[in-house]
């Protein structure tokens, strides 16, 4: 692929610089899917996120899941950006912006995008709620052993 | 031979470092890296997480090579 770009940042999430690198002439459709954080999970109130990065090979399995949609589908480019660190609510912890010749790979690309670097990419979230806080994931809830 | 061992999130909270070096016998695989591990630090869980060497997804007959960084990968959650 022409362009591309994978970081991992502590810094707020410049959409801009997401749709600047995906942007070309080549490209008919762009489509950016932006993740913020909520104030409420599971009927806690959360007051804010922290997230934490294995940063080296997060920025590689981006580029990998990267490549993997450009062989899937006629795309011109991909952006991935992670935040890390404290992230408030109601700010962004992940972008991810798409561009081919036509809004339909665009979007299913991105969609692809998305749910990927959620189930691949080494980034782990902890939640602080009122009340307590826990590293968000499928098996913390069942290891009663951690709240020793 | 030595290898290199990173832990992230609430594995590295349970142990209480973020990296590690242990001496494993030359054609071990990342399995015997994990039971060295699981010997030495009695807070880590009983199941294994995920592992990668050289930031790459491995499985556990993975084979280990001297310096190589193994990374204990607990669940991701990355993504809103």
């Known amino acids: ?148 | 031979m030595t290898v290199r061992v990173l832990f992230f999130a609430y594995l590295r909270e349970r142990v209480g470092i973020r990296e590690a070096r242990i001496d494993v016998p030359d054609e071990a695989c990342v399995a015997d890296a994990w039971r060295a591990l699981t010997a030495r630090y009695d807070r880590l869980p009983a199941e294994a997480p995920r592992f990668a060497v050289n930031q790459v997804y491995v499985d556990k007959g993975h084979p280990l090579h001297e310096n190589d960084e193994l990374a204990l990968i607990p669940p991701v959650s990355g993504g809103i």
């Open chain 1, 1 to 148: 692929m022409p362009n591309s770009f994978y970081r991992v940042t502590e810094t707020p999430i410049d959409t801009t610089l997401l749709l600047a690198a995906v942007g070309d002439p080549a490209a008919g459709g762009t489509t950016l899917f932006v993740g913020t954080t909520r104030d409420e999970n599971e009927g806690r109130v959360v007051e804010r996120l922290e997230y934490e990065a294995y940063e080296a090979m997060a920025v590689r399995e981006m580029q990998r899941i990267g490549d993997d949609i450009a062989r899937r589908w006629p795309v011109v480019a991909v952006a991935m950006v992670h935040r890390v660190g404290v992230v408030p609510v109601g700010e962004a912890s992940v972008a991810v912006a798409v561009s081919a010749a036509h809004r339909e790979e665009a979007f299913v690309a991105c969609r692809y995008g998305i749910d990927t670097l959620k189930a691949t990419v080494p980034i782990w979230k902890k939640e602080y709620y009122r009340g307590g806080e826990h590293w968000v994931g499928p098996c913390y809830a069942h290891d009663a052993s951690l709240r020793g």
